[in-house]
């Protein structure tokens, strides 16, 4: 399964690239504007550290409008998928923007039927919310084998990638189920990385061998 970070941020996108983790990164509106500068030279900063797909949103809410600006996000460099919400106008987006050779990121993905609607206009990625369903009092992740099941049936080749991640069991669960893709923030990415015992575990490796160099002195 492949990681891709959800950030605007270059520091958290430069760390995690550094060590070799990282296959892309996810963007939304939210997420850059809370980025100083211009989005343009971020999305190309961006693009230049992880060589990897980098999702860039569209704001225009008709299809001519997310067109204009799929296409001019997609001049920015060759790594950008364009993002794209799943309403009637994306989907139309969608079909053009992929009949052009583009990639794009059907995002805001809540059920089955539109993801499925998504991959037949030729979607790259469709982003299915987990978190978000969790916070309305549902099962994110129900959805996310709901999909899983569609695209193996039909060997669609639209990858899902699972996104509103808040923590290391959705990551698990994603792989578990065989999502080709996991979007999470930083701190989530973090936190997979960590467990109590290996810390203990190390602490008591390293302080049993200085005692057994000290005793040989
Ligand atoms: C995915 O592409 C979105 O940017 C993101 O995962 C949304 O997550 P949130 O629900 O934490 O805002």
Request: aromatic letters at 6%; glycine letters at 6%; proline letters at 4%.
């Amino acid at each position: 399964m492949k990681l891709f970070v959800d950030t605007g941020n270059v520091k958290e996108i430069e760390a995690l690239a550094a060590l070799g983790i990282l296959d892309g990164v996810t963007t939304n509106p939210s997420l850059l504007a809370k980025e100083s500068g211009d989005y343009r030279q971020i999305l190309k900063q961006i693009c230049q550290i992880v060589r990897g797909p980098v999702s860039a949103e569209v704001v225009a809410t008709d299809t001519a409008g997310m067109l204009r600006e799929g296409r001019d996000l997609a001049s920015i460099d060759e790594h950008v998928v364009i993002k794209v919400p799943f309403t009637k106008d994306g989907v139309r987006a969608c079909k053009t923007l992929a009949s052009e050779g583009q990639r794009v990121n059907v995002t805001l993905i809540f059920s089955a039927t539109q993801a499925w609607l998504a991959a037949k206009v030729g979607a790259a990625y469709v982003s299915p919310f987990v978190g978000r369903l969790d916070d309305v009092g549902t099962t994110g992740m129900n959805l996310v084998r709901e999909i899983v099941d569609i695209f193996d049936n039909f060997e669609f080749p639209t990858e899902i990638l699972v996104a509103s991640v808040r923590n290391p069991i959705h990551v698990v669960e994603a792989a578990r189920m065989g999502a080709d893709v996991v979007t999470a923030p930083a701190a989530v990415i973090e936190q997979c990385f960590k467990h109590p015992l290996t810390d203990i575990g190390l602490e008591r490796f390293l302080k049993d061998w200085e005692k057994a160099q000290a005793a040989k002195v």
